[in-house]
């Protein structure tokens, strides 16, 4: 889910998720792509990346990953890289 310059959500294709969108990422939904918390706060789960499991708490002007887990609250992310580009793509190509 991506919200436009008019501030309304929309579904998009992982795919077509750019840098410089921003996504509205749910309670319960990984990240698609990795960029900067802009809105909202809440903890995200890292073991997918790290292997740690303690949940770590972001805010606005927090980074996060691609492929993170949300489990709070919705936030919303200024997309900064996507796709072939982010942290978990440079793992599955080693």
């Known amino acids: 889910m991506v919200i436009g310059d008019d501030d309304r959500s929309r579904w998009v294709d992982a795919t077509a998720i750019e840098p410089g969108m921003v996504m509205l990422v749910a309670a319960g939904e990984r990240l698609a792509a990795e960029g900067a918390v802009v809105g909202g706060q809440s903890q ?35 997309v900064t890289a996507a796709g072939a580009d982010t942290a978990i793509a440079d793992i599955a190509r080693l």
């Open 44 to 78: 995200i789960d890292l073991s997918l990346l790290t292997g740690e499991s303690a949940p770590q708490r972001v805010r606005d002007d927090d980074r996060v990953n691609a492929g993170t887990l949300n489990l709070d609250a919705p936030i919303r992310v200024r």
